[in-house]
Structure formats: structure tokens, C-alpha cells
């Protein structure tokens, strides 16, 4: 799409995740919400390894991940929301589900006439997807499912030897993924992320719905894959607290707290001072560690549900099957 020169002082993982990709390959690719599992988007058999390293059905719509909002009009049609949306949050934690041109492979797009469409705001994803001189295909860099990755670790764990490289970016810093919006011809937010259904609505002037929330989105053709009612799964059995149900007792459970944690041997707080962002930027962290320790089950709480709490709440449950 470009053919940019690799930069003369590039670093040795840069160089070698941009050859991966050039033939064919998969990178470990960090950006502000999660770490993505990367290919060449217009290489299909390239995209194929994706799906397969995943073990994620072909049916659920890759994201394309491009270095500057205007190469988005070679993959995507705009449309005048298209437009304002892509000038004021990218880059950033938004995609646009548009209408796809034809050098989008049927891979990618799970044969939809569609295509989600991100810049991510991460200085490593923007040089790899630059340096490679085309737009990358990436899903979050789990196995399908599971929980998100926000560190370089994470992907390495999950995924091992299934990827070539994996870019050290270190931690996400929105740490949820990103808000899947469809603007036309309603603005529906598919899954709820990193940017706030309150700021979208300030950027396009109107309302905007929330599939599976209002009767404005029975429109869709169908939900984001994406919206599965389980994902994002711990192994261990996660239920959800109940507003106002006092903390289990029990030591054996693991608890996810918002701000304040019962006196329990394995606790994590997702924000002491009660800050969204906060929260959501720990949020697959600390649900890793509790999988990982020795509770035998685990108990969240949900969040406030405005803000980036919509995202958030919607993580806590689908990965307590509760979609
Ligand atoms: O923040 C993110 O979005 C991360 C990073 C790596 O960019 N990526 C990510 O990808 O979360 P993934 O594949 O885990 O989730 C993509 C979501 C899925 O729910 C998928 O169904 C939806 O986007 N999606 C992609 N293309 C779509 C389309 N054409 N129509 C409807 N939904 C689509
Ligand atoms: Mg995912």
C-alpha cells in the first residue's frame, strides 16, 4: 500500500517481525488496548494462520489496523460520520465497521460486505503496520475465547510457538479493546471498548445505540461475533456479585474488586481510587493473576455502567458466561 524503506536505526525485533510479516508470518503486536495477533491483511493464506493459531472460528470478522487514518479510504468506504469519527479519534480505540473496498480479502471480512477499520494509538503497532507498507489484519493475541492479552508475556504464554515475533511494547495502557461502532445508517456500538459511547455521541452530535441494549440496533444483520456470551474466560468458574451482596468469606474464592477488597488471601482491586481508566487498564491483568493463584473459584463485581464501565462490565460478563 506504501513501500516505505525500513528506517536505518530500526530495531532488530522491528526488522524481524516486518520480515515475518512479509512472508507471511504472524507478529505479537502491541497496541494501546490490547496486544494483537498480526498478518498481512491482503495475504490471504497469511490471514489463514491467524485463524488457525487461534483456534478461532472463520466466521468471526477480522479487524484491519492501519498506520494513518488516511489509508483508510483505500480499504473502506467513508461516509460523512466515517469521516468526523476517523478525524477525532484516530488514532485511538475505535473501529469503524464500513463498507469494505474489493482488495479486502473474504478471509478477513468472513465473506461480509463490511470491514472493521483501526488506527491503533501505539508508536510500535504504527511503525510495524508503516514499516510494512500494509495494512495489518489483528484479533486480540488469545487463544479464542480466553482472556486478552495487555503484556508481551501474556501473548507468549498463550500462544508460544504459533507466533514468529512478538513486539515488546510493554503494558496496554487502555487495556480493553477497542469500541466497535457501525455509523451507518445508525450509530450502534457492536461491542462497548476504549472509547465512551458519551464521547461518540459528543463527536457525531446524535444518539448513539448499543446492540443488544436498545430496540434502535434490531437493524443489524447480525451481532459482532465478538458478543458471544462467553469470552474473555477465566478456567475458573466466575460468577458475578450481586449489588449490595455482602464479599464471600469463603478463602477459597478469588475476588475481583472494584475499589475495595474483603480481607480474603487472594483479592485484586481494579482501582483504589475508583478511576475507570484505571480499572479498565487492569482489568485482564488481574483477572490472569486470580486464574492463575490458588482460588478454587472466582467472584467479580461489576463497575459503575457509564463511561468506560460499559466496556468493562462487559468483559466481567462474558467471561462469566453471561454475555
Ligand atoms: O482493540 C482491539 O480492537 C484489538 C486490538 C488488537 O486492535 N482487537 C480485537 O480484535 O479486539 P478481536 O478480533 O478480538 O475483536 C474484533 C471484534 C469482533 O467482535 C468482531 O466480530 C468485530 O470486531 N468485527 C470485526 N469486523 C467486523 C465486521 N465487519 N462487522 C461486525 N463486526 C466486526
Ligand atoms: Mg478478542
Redesign the pocket.
Known amino acids: 500500500m506504501h513501500d516505505d524503506p525500513l528506517p536505518m536505526a530500526a530495531d532488530q525485533s522491528l526488522i524481524e517481525a516486518v520480515a515475518a510479516i512479509r512472508r507471511g508470518g504472524l507478529v505479537g503486536?502491541p497496541?494501546e488496548?490490547?496486544?494483537?495477533l498480526a498478518a498481512d491483511a491482503l495475504n490471504p493464506a497469511a490471514v489463514v494462520r491467524i485463524f488457525e493459531a487461534k483456534g478461532r472460528p472463520r466466521f468471526?470478522?477480522?479487524?484491519v489496523?492501519i498506520a494513518d487514518a488516511d489509508w483508510a479510504w483505500q480499504i473502506a468506504e467513508p461516509s460523512p460520520r466515517a469521516r468526523k469519527l476517523a478525524a477525532a479519534c484516530w488514532p485511538g480505540?475505535l473501529?469503524l465497521?464500513l463498507k469494505r473496498q474489493a482488495i479486502v480479502p473474504d478471509i478477513v471480512?468472513s465473506g461480509?460486505d463490511?470491514?472493521?477499520v483501526?488506527c491503533?494509538d501505539h508508536f510500535v503497532a504504527r511503525a510495524l503496520i508503516r514499516t510494512c507498507g500494509t495494512p495489518l489484519a489483528?484479533?486480540?493475541?488469545n487463544t479464542f475465547g480466553r482472556i486478552?492479552p495487555t503484556t508481551a508475556d501474556h501473548v507468549r504464554e498463550q500462544l508460544g510457538e504459533r507466533v514468529d515475533v512478538v513486539l515488546d511494547g510493554g503494558p496496554c495502557r487502555v487495556g480493553i479493546?477497542?469500541t466497535?461502532l457501525?455509523p451507518d445508517p445508525v450509530p450502534t456500538i457492536?461491542?462497548p471498548?476504549?472509547v465512551t459511547r458519551e464521547r461518540l455521541e459528543e463527536i457525531l452530535g446524535e444518539p448513539v445505540a448499543v446492540a443488544g441494549r436498545s430496540e434502535r440496533a434490531s437493524h443489524l444483520p447480525q451481532q459482532?461475533?465478538?458478543?458471544l456470551a462467553s469470552h474473555y474466560a477465566p478456567r475458573k468458574p466466575l460468577t458475578l456479585r450481586a449489588p449490595g451482596e455482602p464479599w464471600p468469606t469463603d478463602p477459597t474464592v478469588g475476588v475481583l474488586a472494584f475499589r475495595e477488597a474483603p480481607a480474603l488471601p487472594h483479592v485484586e482491586v481494579l482501582s483504589r481510587s475508583g478511576d475507570p481508566a484505571e480499572a479498565a487498564m487492569h482489568l485482564f491483568a488481574c483477572l490472569r493473576r486470580l486464574d492463575a493463584s490458588s482460588a478454587v473459584r472466582l467472584m467479580a463485581e461489576l463497575v459503575p455502567d457509564a463511561g468506560l464501565g460499559l466496556g468493562i462490565n462487559d468483559r466481567l460478563r462474558r467471561a462469566a458466561g453471561l454475555g
Open positions: 503486536m497496541t488496548t490490547v496486544y494483537g468471526d470478522p477480522l479487524i489496523h480505540p473501529t465497521v471480512t461480509l463490511t470491514v472493521g483501526r491503533p489483528a484479533p486480540s493475541a486478552s479493546e477497542s466497535v457501525l457492536l461491542r471498548g476504549g459482532a461475533p465478538g458478543m
